[in-house]
């Protein structure tokens, strides 16, 4: 286990709270990033004391699925596209847009992009995790919740092959033998 339930409940709180007071009372949509920030999102919008609504978008990466097994699987090719787009123009509004994880932050400069072409009146970036050291695009979130070692991780919304996301805890996989 890397990270317990416990304590992202209370990092998710401090999140909640610092959102509020950067908000200064003003609207706020929250863009969750399918499937892996819909966990953290709901967790995280019923601690901010702003009027908020919330969306999602949904991305894909081109080449190999991402994985445990070894750094060439898990790299991104760095083609990202998009599979869901928000369902609300996001012009003249406050947008944070919730992800699980920062990694070679490559999704998130996509969506950023793509997000900011909709001329939101500000746009923020809210992250549970951040692995600094993967980084391919530099790319900083606004709010970060742990920054973690270069590994790869489940739960609290995490899947692996789909498996895993409802664990409470978030856990390393560990990388499985290889197979000849
Ligand atoms: P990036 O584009 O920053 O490389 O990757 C971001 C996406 O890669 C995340 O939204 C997440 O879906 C996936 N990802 C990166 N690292 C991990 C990890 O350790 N575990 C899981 N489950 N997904 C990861």
Redesign the pocket.
Known sequence: MLISGEQIASRVIEMGRQITNDCGGQAVVFVG?LK?AAIFLSDLVRQVEVDASFDFIGVASYGNP?GPKQEKI?D?TGE?RLTKDVEHSLRDQNVILV??????????SFLKRLLLGHQPKSFRVAVLLD?TSRRKLAFEADYVGFTIPD????GYG???AEKYRNLRDIYVLPTPPAVD
């Open positions: 990033v892996g991402r898990w991104s990202v992800e699980d994880i920062l990694d070679t932050g490559l999704t998130l692995k590994a790869f991780v489940v995490l899947d692996y």
